[in-house]
């Protein structure tokens, strides 16, 4: 019996790129997406990799993520981002569309080709706001997916000894935060393999290996690969927002 091991995070918070990494730290195959296992996912790779391993990625909540698979679950690693770049990147990312039509019940329904459409007369401001409310409170007419606010996604998770790994210690410390994932996964790897594995799957290596046609939508998956962004692009009330209504929620961010 295989064991899986199920990279989790809420969206735009750097789940591919874990997975992939885990994926190729470990030697097995990245097989998709956690629950919709006989959909082919576009970013699923090592299929010819030999293992008792093998890792799925997922943005379902704790509630959901044993109940939508029947395979069993060796372990869950989630990886957590600020909340205020989740707004950043899910922008460029996602879909959206004007404050009168994103009120409509139904409005994420909307064919995928006006979405598109509509997204193109969507003012960054506007996207912005909507990511925002999403973030804090759930706003499923941008995806199902964002349905849960930040907060609800994770704060389960964090209390079932599951390992939290921060997205801007995996790009600060890359090494440090592989190590301490093989030490969960009790796999011993030795420090050139975890070298090899994290020059692999950084967001430069993936840059210069540049897809086209079908394969685009995964350019925009692994978009750029640092943090910081609401700093330049938040307005203090936007801020204050975000102190408002996180200041006491974890212990990972200082809002």
């Given at each position: 019996?295989?064991?899986?091991?199920?990279?989790?995070?809420?969206?735009?918070?750097?789940?591919?790129?874990?997975?992939?990494?885990?994926?190729?730290?470990?030697?097995?195959?990245?097989?998709?997406?956690?629950?919709?296992?006989?959909?082919?996912?576009?970013?699923?790779?090592?299929?010819?990799?030999?293992?008792?391993?093998?890792?799925?990625?997922?943005?379902?909540?704790?509630?959901?993520?044993?109940?939508?698979?029947?395979?069993?679950?060796?372990?869950?690693?989630?990886?957590?981002?600020?909340?205020?770049?989740?707004?950043?990147?899910?922008?460029?990312?996602?879909?959206?569309?004007?404050?009168?039509?994103?009120?409509?019940?139904?409005?994420?329904?909307?064919?995928?080709v006006l979405?598109k459409t509509?997204?193109?007369?969507?003012?960054?401001?506007?996207?912005?706001?909507?990511?925002?409310?999403?973030?804090?409170?759930?706003?499923?007419?941008?995806?199902?997916?964002?349905?849960?606010?930040?907060?609800?996604?994770?704060?389960?998770?964090?209390?079932?000894?599951?390992?939290?790994?921060?997205?801007?210690?995996?790009?600060?410390?890359?090494?440090?935060?592989?190590?301490?994932?093989?030490?969960?996964?009790?796999?011993?790897?030795?420090?050139?393999?975890?070298?090899?594995?994290?020059?692999?799957?950084?967001?430069?290596?993936?840059?210069?290996?540049?897809?086209?046609?079908?394969?685009?939508?995964?350019?925009?998956?692994?978009?750029?690969?640092?943090?910081?962004?609401?700093?330049?692009?938040?307005?203090?009330?936007?801020?204050?927002?975000?102190?408002?209504?996180?200041?006491?929620?974890?212990?990972?961010?200082?809002?």
């Amino acid at each position: 019996m295989k064991k899986n091991i199920i990279i989790v995070g809420y969206p735009k918070s750097g789940t591919t790129w874990l997975s992939r990494l885990v994926a190729e730290m470990v030697t097995c195959p990245l097989k998709g997406d956690w629950g919709f296992e006989r959909i082919e996912a576009l970013y699923k790779e090592g299929e010819d990799r030999s293992s008792k391993y093998q890792v799925y990625k997922s943005h379902h909540t704790l509630g959901e993520i044993e109940n939508v698979s029947n395979l069993e679950i060796y372990k869950i690693i989630y990886i957590i981002r600020d909340p205020r770049d989740v707004v950043i990147s899910g922008i460029h990312y996602f879909s959206f569309l004007p404050k009168l039509l994103a009120k409509k019940d139904g409005a994420l329904n909307i064919n995928r080709v006006l979405r598109k459409t509509y997204n193109r007369v969507v003012s960054f401001k506007e996207k912005k706001r909507q990511m925002i409310q999403a973030v804090l409170n759930g706003n499923k007419n941008i995806t199902n997916w964002l349905d849960t606010s930040w907060k609800d996604h994770f704060t389960p998770y964090n209390n079932n000894n599951i390992l939290f790994i921060k997205y801007e210690s995996l790009i600060d410390s890359p090494e440090r935060e592989c190590k301490k994932i093989l030490e969960y996964l009790e796999i011993n790897r030795n420090v050139e393999h975890i070298k090899k594995s994290i020059e692999k799957q950084s967001f430069q290596q993936r840059k210069i290996n540049k897809r086209t046609g079908e394969e685009k939508q995964l350019n925009k998956l692994l978009r750029k690969g640092k943090y910081g962004y609401w700093k330049t692009d938040f307005s203090k009330k936007e801020i204050n927002l975000f102190t408002e209504n996180l200041s006491s929620s974890n212990k990972y961010y200082n809002f």
